[in-house]
C-alpha cells in the first residue's frame, strides 16, 4: 500500500479532522505505513519505541502470551481498528507479551506514542491536553481487562492465582505483593472461596507460597 494515496482522514481516529489536517498529523509523529502478508506474526511490544497501531485493510488477531508460553487470542481486529495503547501508555515492562498475527494480507500504520505526546505539549490547548488523559485512563482501563482474560484463560485455579500474583509482582515491583481478601480475591480469580482456601492451603504445604496479614509472595513459579 503506497502512503501517498492514503486518505487518512477516513480512520475513525481522524474523525472530524480534514485530509490535509489528518496527513499533516502522521507527518508530524513520523507516522508510517507498513504491509504484510497473510500468516505475518509481528512483535509488538518488543522494542525501545512504543507505537499506537491502526488497521488500513485486512484482518489482524492480537494474541497474549502468558508467562507459560501459552498463547491466549484476546480480540480481532479489522479495518480501523486501533491497537497497542495499552502498552504504549502503561509500559511494555509490566505487559505480558504481545504478538499479532495477521489472518489476510494487512496494512497498519504505525504512529510512535512518544511523538504524539510531544505534539500534545507542544499545542499546550486545554482539549488536547484532555484528549490525551482521557486517552490514557482508558488505556489503563483496558489493561486490566486485558490482565483479566490472562489470569480467566489458566485452566486450573493454581494457574489463575499464580498468574494473578505474578501480574501484582510487575505491578507492584516486589516479590511480596498486596492481595485482597480471600472473597474479593476468589471473585477475582472468578472461583469458589473454599476451593481458593483449599490450594492456597496446599501450596503453603508444598512450600510453593508463602502468605501473611494482606500480602502473598510465590516460591515457586
Known amino acids: 500500500m503506497e502512503e501517498q494515496g492514503i486518505d487518512f482522514q477516513t480512520l475513525p481516529i481522524f474523525s472530524g479532522v480534514d485530509r490535509e489536517g489528518a496527513a499533516q498529523f502522521v507527518r508530524q509523529v513520523g507516522g508510517y505505513v507498513q504491509s504484510f502478508p497473510k500468516g505475518e506474526r509481528i512483535s509488538y511490544t518488543h522494542g525501545d519505541t512504543p507505537r499506537i497501531g491502526i488497521v488500513l485493510e485486512g484482518i489482524v488477531q492480537v494474541l497474549l502470551t502468558d508467562p507459560y508460553g501459552n498463547e491466549v487470542l484476546a480480540y480481532e481486529l ?16 509490566v505487559c505480558s507479551s504481545m504478538m499479532l498475527e495477521t489472518r489476510t494480507s494487512a496494512a497498519v500504520l504505525w504512529l510512535p506514542y512518544r511523538e504524539m505526546e510531544k505534539v500534545y505539549r507542544e499545542t499546550g490547548d486545554v ?15 483496558m489493561f486490566t481487562m486485558i490482565q483479566k482474560i490472562e489470569v480467566l484463560s489458566q485452566h486450573t485455579l493454581r494457574g489463575r492465582l499464580k498468574l494473578y500474583l505474578i501480574q501484582q509482582e510487575k505491578a507492584q515491583g516486589g516479590l511480596r505483593v498486596r492481595v485482597p481478601g480471600r472473597v474479593q480475591l476468589a471473585k477475582i480469580l472468578e472461583c469458589n472461596r473454599s476451593a481458593l482456601t483449599r490450594e492456597i492451603g496446599r501450596m503453603e504445604d508444598e512450600g510453593a507460597l508463602v502468605c501473611g496479614d494482606g500480602w502473598m509472595e510465590l516460591r515457586s513459579k
Open 78 to 93: 479489522k479495518d480501523g481498528a486501533l491497537f497497542g495503547n495499552v502498552w504504549a501508555v502503561v509500559g511494555t515492562e
Open 127 to 141: 482539549q488536547g491536553l484532555v484528549a490525551r488523559n482521557l486517552f490514557s485512563i482508558l488505556s489503563r482501563m
